[in-house]
Nanobody, 122 residues
Framework: VQLQASGGGLVQAGGSLRLSCTASRRIFSNNGMGWFRQAPGKERDFVASIAWNGETNYSGTVKGRFTISRDNAKNSLYLQMNSLTPDDTAVYYC?????????????????WGQGTQVTVSS
């Protein structure tokens, strides 16, 4: 297993969760990383990305509420999610990009974690 996501769960609207993703050093060290999510019956959507140098990018629906970060020493990626709403309910996937910057498109990512379920109740 090269990417392992964790931290999902059930939370009430307005609550917070922190997702974590550990990766092998080989695919983490110089690569952009990202979070995507897929709700039932919907396509996979971009959530946030972080470049090797810490530059971040967010989708409009989560900007201001979610924060992506990385700890290169621990080969770990994080997603702090605040002010959650039922619309945030989805399976969240971490991914390692083909390049140092990542991006918003799924095809820009080479490795994917198994996903962690986030459910927000109203």
């Amino acid at each position: 297993v090269q990417l392992q996501a964790s931290g999902g769960g059930l939370v009430q609207a307005g609550g917070s969760l922190r997702l974590s993703c550990t990766a092998s050093r080989r695919i983490f060290s110089n690569n952009g990383m990202g979070w995507f999510r897929q709700a039932p019956g919907k396509e996979r959507d971009f959530v946030a990305s972080i470049a090797w140098n810490g530059e971040t990018n967010y989708s409009g629906t989560v900007k201001g509420r979610f924060t992506i970060s990385r700890d290169n020493a621990k080969n770990s990626l994080y997603l702090q999610m605040n002010s959650l709403t039922p619309d945030d309910t989805a399976v969240y996937y971490c991914a390692a990009a083909r390049s140092s910057y990542g991006g918003t498109m799924g095809r820009s990512y080479q490795y994917w974690g198994q996903g962690t379920q986030v459910t927000v109740s109203s």
